[in-house]
Structure formats: C-alpha cells, structure tokens
C-alpha cells in the first residue's frame, strides 16, 4: 500500500515527463529528477534564452508595438496602399541578383540554407525584392499603374548585435510600382516621415539623388581615381572597399575617410538634366509639404537596386548616427527588369520597428512622456455573478464594434481603476453584486470621478455615445 501511495501523489507533475505509467523502481519525487537531468544534459548556453539578435516582444512592449503598427496601418491606408504578406523565406538569387554582390547585406549578412530538396534559400533580408518579385509573378503590369503595397513583416540579417541592430527584426514598408514621376516619391518620403511625426518623435530626413545608373557608373569611375590617389589616407576597411564596392567607402564614419570624402568628387556634379529636374521636383514637394529635409551628399545606400532618389530618416536630435536610421528608401527603377520584369520603375521605403521602440522610449525617458492617450472605455467587475455578467457584456459590446479595456480575474476594484487611470481611459463602466441585481452599470468619469447609475440593456448606445461613435 505505501507503493500505491507514492504513486498517486504527482499526478500531474508525472504527466508532464509524458511517461504517466510509474516504473515500481521510481523515487520519491522521480519528475524533479528526471528534468534536472534534462535541463543539465542540454545545458548548452543560451538553450533556452532567444537566437542571439533576435528577442521577444512581451506585454511590456506591446503597447507601443501596436501604437505603431495601428500608425503604420491607419496612414498606409489614407494614401491608398494595399497590404500585402509574401513568403519569409525566399530563393537566395532574389536578393543575391536584386541588392547585388559586393554589399554586406548579400557578402556577409543573410541566413542561407538548402532544404531538403537541395534548394537554396534564404531568410528574406528585405521586402523589397519580394515585392519585386510578387509585382511579376502575378503579373501586376497589368493592374491600373502604379500598384501601391504596403507590409509588415521580420526581416533577418546576419549582422553584429549591438542597440538597434538585430538580427531579427521589423519593417513596416510602402513600395509604389509602376510609376516614374517626383510626386511618386515625395508622396513616399511624406508617409514615412509622417507615420513617425504622428508617432511623436521629431524627425529629419536625409536625402540625395544618385542618378541613373549610366550616370552612376560615369562617377564611380571618377571616384575610384580619387580614393586610389588618397588610399594611404583611408581606413583599412574602405581600402578594401575601393574596388569591391567604392560607393560603400562615402558611409564610412571614420574620421580619416570622411575628411577624404569631404574633398572628393560629389555624385549630383554627376548627374544629368533630366536626374537634376527629377531630383529639384522631389524637393519643391517636400518644401511644399513642410518636411524638413537635409541635402546628405553621401548618402547612397547600401543596396544596387536604387537609382535617383534615396532617402534616409534619423531622429532630429540625435547628432550620433551610429544607431541608424530610423528608415531608409529610395526609387529602384532597375530593380523589376533586374529580376526578369519588364522595365517598370519603382519607389518606396522601410521602417525600422525596433528603433522606433527605442525613439520611443528615449523620448519617453527625456520628457516623462506619458503615452498617447489610448481614450476608450474600462468594463470593471466585481464578484462572481458580475464577473459572469461582465463576460456576456464584452460579448455584447465586441458585436457592436466596440472594444473595452478589462481583467477577468479577481483584482480588487481599487487595482482595477488603477489600472483604467493609467491607460488613460475616459470612463470606467463598473459592474458588481447590486448592479447585477438591478440590472445596471455605475458608469465613473474618470478626470471628474463623477458616477451615473444607467440601464444594462442601454449600454451599447451608452458606451458608443461615451466613445463620441454615435450622438
Ligand atoms: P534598409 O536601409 O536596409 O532598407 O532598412 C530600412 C530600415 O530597417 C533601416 O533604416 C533600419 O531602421 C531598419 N533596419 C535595417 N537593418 C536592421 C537591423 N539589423 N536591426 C534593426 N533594424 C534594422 C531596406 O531594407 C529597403 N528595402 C528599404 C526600401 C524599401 N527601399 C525601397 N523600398
């Protein structure tokens, strides 16, 4: 009998180890030991933490998180973009043959593999290319012109982990296909400049023109004579970088190459009528529109596909650039016809999610920034019939559209207004034992505190005229 005993006393733990039948031969407490000794055979480090570079977003986050993809969404839909998803993984030669050979993201940062077929694939670093791909393979030449598509989506590069750089990260992106035309891209640089001015964090953007590629060519030319006769000057890493991919030297931010730089020839001196007129226009848009803008005559980008217009947005107050930019675009006229398409232009831009987290929170740190206000409505309960009540009332108002904060648990009512005050709700709708009975809601102004009792059955038209949905 003491066996049975022993046996009955963990059922549960016993169920987790998948082996519910107990051996005669078990110890005492034969779970405990059983994981010890897995958690010490796979003791590998970081067995159990993420993949280096890449993390998790937790409740913590997701506020902001969402703040940002309900931005990102709301504006790409005002100015007519349609989502689109494509596969995360990708044939390598898209990127390889798209972003070229010779940039880091290609040489050293993507996350190859064959599958078990022998096919060899990727870990999309970039959408853009995809997008590319997708405007060809379901034939959108054929749709009315441009085609404009918006995304959200990880990405992966293999790059040094350090404050703003993943491994795994997020892009919220518009590509605009099918037309060559300055509004294309002022219109673009406005929604990606936008989406982080409504986001509260002051901006800049960086831009310059890098022509066509004929143009770009006839510079690189130049380019590489100069860095060749200032090579004893430069850095070990834009030596290297002179014949590989010389454009790649002007990003450097070692002081030595940028006084090289500074001095060398300039790619708008490079330019044509037709690029300078394109690039002037571009402009004339964003002075119109009230976007600051700084002329970077450095700025290139690190991928092959782009040509005129290319843009980057930092935070406006940072003088430090070593974390990046908060996002980047450009026009990519090549790029369809690169990959097969017909010869049709293309423009758009990508935000980075993670840097926009840490814009975010460094503001917030700065000015004790409260977060925006989310408004909305807080259904509180207290006891078991409200709390029963409260569950059929959520159902109600979820039908009607209409979406309120709670807890389901059994917080005290205190914890809970607590809760509606810091998420800044507007009211907070209060069920317990009385209003069961009564059938009512105690409906609390939360600046004022003020309380009104009203009827259960009238809490839809209630809560939409609390929420300035209906009069
Ligand atoms: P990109 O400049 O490589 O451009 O990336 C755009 C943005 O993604 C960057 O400005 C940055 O905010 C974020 N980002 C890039 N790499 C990382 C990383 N390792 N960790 C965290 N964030 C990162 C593109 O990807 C182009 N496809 C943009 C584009 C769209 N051009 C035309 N259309």
């Known amino acids: 009998m003491p066996r049975q005993k022993t046996s009955t006393k963990k059922p549960v733990k016993k169920s987790i180890t998948k082996k519910p039948v107990v051996k005669k031969t078990s110890t005492k407490k034969p779970v405990k030991k059983s994981i010890t000794k897995h958690v010490k055979q796979s003791s590998v480090p970081g067995s159990y933490s993420t993949v280096r570079g890449m993390k998790d977003i937790t409740p913590k986050d997701s506020i902001d998180w969402m703040t940002i993809y309900h931005t990102a969404e709301s504006i790409a839909h005002a100015y007519n973009f349609s989502y689109v998803e494509t596969p995360v993984v990708e044939h390598a030669q898209l990127f390889v043959r798209s972003i070229g050979k010779g940039t880091d993201v290609v040489d050293k940062e993507m996350y190859l593999f064959e599958d078990r077929d022998g096919a060899k694939l990727c870990l999309r670093p970039e959408m853009t290319a995809s997008i590319a791909r997708a405007y060809i393979n379901h034939g959108m030449q054929s749709l009315p012109q441009p085609v404009k598509m918006w995304y959200w989506g990880s990405m992966f590069r293999h790059d040094r982990p350090q404050a703003g750089r993943y491994r795994q990260f997020h892009q919220f992106g518009c590509e605009t296909v099918g037309e060559h035309s300055p509004i294309v891209d002022a219109e673009l640089i406005s929604v990606a400049y936008n989406t982080i001015r409504d986001l509260g964090i002051d901006a800049m953007v960086h831009i310059n023109s890098i022509g066509t590629t004929e143009e770009r060519e006839q510079y690189i030319i130049e380019l590489v004579g100069y860095l060749r006769s200032k090579r004893s000057y430069l850095s070990d890493i834009s030596k290297q970088r002179i014949n590989k991919n010389p454009l790649r030297v002007l990003d450097s931010k070692d002081e030595q190459d940028v006084a090289v730089i500074q001095e060398g020839p300039q790619i708008i001196d490079w330019l044509g009528d037709a690029s ?196």
Request: glycine share 10%; proline share 3%.
């Open 276 to 471: 300078k007129r394109f690039f002037m226009s571009v402009l004339e848009y964003l002075d119109e529109l009230s976007i600051p803008y700084v002329l970077d005559s450095t700025l290139v980008r690190g991928l092959d596909y782009y040509s005129d217009t290319v843009f980057e947005i930092f935070p406006e107050d940072k003088e430090d650039k070593s974390q990046g930019a908060l996002g980047g675009g450009g026009r990519y006229n090549p790029l369809i016809q690169q990959l097969g398409g017909q010869d049709v232009p293309g423009s758009g831009f990508s935000l980075g999610i993670e840097r926009i987290m840490i814009a975010l929170k460094e503001k917030r740190d700065k000015e004790q920034y409260v977060a925006p206000q989310l408004g909305g409505l807080y259904l509180a309960q207290l006891g078991e019939q409200a709390r029963k009540r409260t569950l059929y009332i959520l159902e109600l108002l979820r039908r009607e559209g209409i979406i309120v904060h709670h807890n389901l648990a059994k917080p005290s009512l205190k914890v809970q207004l607590e809760k509606a005050n810091k998420i800044n709700v507007s009211h907070t709708l209060i069920i317990g034992q009385k209003e069961v009975q009564d059938g009512t809601v105690l409906i609390r102004n939360m600046e004022s505190g003020i309380q009104e009792i009203v009827d259960q059955k009238k809490i839809v038209n209630v809560a939409k005229k609390l929420l300035g949905i209906q009069k």
